[in-house]
């Protein structure tokens, strides 16, 4: 069973109830301005509208492709900077108070401490997420490190990658987020979190018996997956052979410990003892033994296929224009891939220039997510973000937490999976919350830096329905705006982000 548009304003009526007949609308902005800042933003927060009609479209579009360009508020800058785990590094974080030796046991106060460590590690990963998606200016980087992590998705409910999840976003992912596909593809093949997640670790090329006496030989799963979801999709023409000699090449590459060096910040490190150094045939590519380098030549021979360029240019038109994309678009994007060496930069600014884009039945055509929802509306509100508990709750209540998809694939983003009666009403019960200012967003914790929940209470503010008309341009039905105008005052913030036309983009 699904929830029909047609029957959420229908709902909500029945669930706040009053009539008052005396509510005017805005004029209704432009579609095309509404379009570009749903598509390359969480969605408008106060202004956003106005600045854009003001600037222009395709400015807007140029801009957010230069997030470097855009200055972050000294507001953000300092939330993020009182987050006092958030660029440590791999190595740094799973060191954090030990003080046993190596294979000694931990003792109980140990444990009870690196739990707790490991609480606060996660809890600021997620604060910063939620902070910069909310109220970072750079929305499309935003979007994008979205993207990117749904596409090379890591569990934080797997063991130390509680731990890591943060910095793997902050170090693999956010920086090359509009850059090369090859850069993204390498940061996360090397780093400890997709090593670990993926059992990559745990790959090697000999059967001999490690310290314990397990013997595991080699592991595939990393190997599978970096072909199947990272790259060539399910569908790329590989074989279980090129599954059994790209783990071979792969045989090795792991992350430090105790007493190994590095030479990189993050802790990946590479065992020749248990890489396999013959050589091998690897999509009809011969790859000769040469230890480490193998990988990156393999990596090479991925980012380049055009199997891979066609796998990646769906999911983006997936993503940025509609459910069932046309080939059309998907063949343009898979050119420019090609044409670029993969510039996701220069994939997006063709994607926001395609006829395909602008085509007025893609407007508002995409259902939001979870995560696409609870941020936009709390972006259209304009609330200042100092409290993300509310937002995360959310994002537990509708199954879409935030680093916790258990599978490979990541969280998807079409409507199937996401629009059934129990999460609407979810839904609708957080759309009232926040509109009649019930949420504690804006209450500053006493102590961010310790996890503590302890809240300085703002006062409850409801939203204002006039300016949160004006905020997303009036986009909404002419039945919409009636069930708005002759319901009471005290309820249209909730109807408005209640209604058909919000849950969408």
Request: with cysteine.
């Amino acid at each position: 069973m699904t929830v029909k548009p047609k029957y959420w304003v229908l709902l909500l009526f029945i669930l706040l109830g009053g009539i008052d007949p005396s509510y005017a609308a805005s004029t209704p902005v432009e579609p095309k301005v509404l379009h570009i800042i749903n598509r390359l933003s969480f969605g408008p927060r106060p202004g956003d509208v106005q600045r854009v009609e003001s600037m222009g479209v395709e400015r807007y579009i140029q801009e957010q492709l230069s997030p470097d360009s855009i200055p972050e508020p000294q507001s953000l800058t300092s939330q993020l900077n009182q987050l006092d785990t958030l660029h440590l590094n791999p190595v740094e974080l799973s060191e954090h108070g030990t003080t046993h030796l190596p294979g000694q046991k931990p003792s109980q106060e140990e444990i009870k401490a690196a739990n707790k460590w490991a609480k606060q590690v996660l809890d600021q990963a997620v604060q910063a997420r939620l902070l910069e998606a909310t109220s970072s200016p750079r929305q499309l980087q935003e979007v994008m490190v979205e993207f990117w992590y749904n596409h090379f998705n890591v569990d934080a409910g797997k063991g130390r990658d509680g731990l890591w999840v943060g910095a793997y976003e902050q170090q693999a992912i956010r920086p090359y987020a509009l850059a090369r596909f090859r850069d993204l593809l390498g940061a996360t093949a090397h780093h400890p979190a997709m090593q670990y997640y993926l059992d990559n670790f745990q790959n090697r090329a000999d059967s001999r018996p490690d310290a314990q006496g397990n013997i595991r030989g080699l592991n595939e799963n990393y190997a599978r997956e970096l072909m199947e979801l990272h790259t060539l999709g399910v569908d790329g023409g590989y074989t279980q052979q090129d599954v059994i000699a790209l783990a071979r090449i792969l045989s090795g590459w792991g992350f430090s410990r105790a007493g190994q060096q590095t030479d990189n910040n993050f802790g990946f490190y590479f065992n020749p003892k248990r890489h396999d150094s013959s050589d091998k045939v690897f999509l009809g590519h011969t790859i000769k033994g040469g230890g480490e380098a193998e990988g990156e030549e393999a990596l090479d021979i991925l980012a380049q296929s055009p199997t891979t360029a066609r796998h990646i240019s769906y999911q983006i038109a997936q993503y940025f224009v509609s459910d069932r994309p046309p080939t059309t678009l998907v063949n343009h994007l898979t050119q420019r891939y090609l044409a670029t060496d993969g510039n996701i930069r220069e994939v997006l600014n063709t994607l926001f220039h395609s006829e395909e884009f602008w085509d007025t039945k893609n407007f508002n055509a995409k259902f939001k997510t979870p995560y696409q929802y609870a941020i936009s509306a709390v972006r259209a509100t304009g609330m200042e973000v100092n409290n993300t508990k509310p937002i995360s709750n959310l994002l537990q209540q509708l199954a879409m937490p935030l680093y916790r998809c258990p599978t490979p694939d990541g969280y998807k983003n079409t409507a199937d999976v996401w629009l059934n009666p129990d999460a609407m009403n979810r839904r609708l019960s957080f759309a009232t919350a926040i509109a009649n200012g019930n949420l504690p967003l804006s209450s500053i914790p006493t102590d961010m830096q310790q996890g503590d929940r302890t809240l300085q209470k703002s006062p409850s503010i409801p939203v204002d329905a006039w300016q949160l008309t004006n905020t997303l341009g009036n986009s909404f039905s002419v039945k919409t705006q009636k069930a708005i105008a002759s319901s009471d005052s005290q309820i249209r913030s909730a109807l408005i982000l209640g209604s058909p036309e919000f849950m969408q983009r």
